[in-house]
């Protein structure tokens, strides 16, 4: 809704904030879009690098951290990878992915139980995946070998 100005004319302001807004959000979405272009194409680093601009400029997009905290992840950088998979499953509980990511990123730097409970979790929301599956038998199977070892 415009703004009017003195006098009740609309201030010509308003209409440069919507467009610098409208091209601010086209250069986030073509940060997006690169960003999934470079991850897929094996650039985990750079994705990251991009996506990371993309989620200073809208930190409330679930889409933009996803994309974020994979590329984290496909660049073996685990610590920073948790703590976006770790923000998505506090504002979006239900995403099994995010569980996913989470439980994965938390296997890798160690923290087996962490990663048994959000991989359990996700499990439990999509049965069907079989890549949760293998990440939860996985972990378990490691928690086992730790418990005989231990005993």
């Known amino acids: 809704m415009p703004q009017d100005a003195p006098g009740g004319a609309p201030d010509p302001r308003a209409a440069d904030d919507a467009a610098a807004d409208d091209a601010a959000a086209a250069e986030v979405y073509d940060w997006y ?10 650039s985990a680093d750079a994705a990251a690098q991009l996506l990371e601009r993309a989620v200073e400029r809208e930190p409330g997009s679930a889409s933009l951290r996803e994309a974020y905290a994979r590329a984290l992840s ?9 703590e976006q998979w770790a923000l998505l499953v506090n504002s979006e509980p239900h995403d099994d992915y995010a569980r996913f990511g989470l439980g994965y990123t938390r296997y890798r730097l160690g923290d087996v139980e962490g ?9 439990t929301m999509r049965p069907d995946r079989d890549d949760y599956r293998r990440a939860l038998q ?4 490691t928690l086992r070998a730790r418990e005989e070892r231990d005993t």
């Open 33 to 42: 879009k690169r960003g999934l272009e470079l991850l897929s194409g094996g």
């Open 74 to 82: 496909d660049a073996r950088r685990y610590s920073l990878a948790a």
């Open 115 to 123: 990663a048994a409970e959000h991989l359990a979790m996700a499990v």
């Open 138 to 141: 996985q972990a378990r199977a």
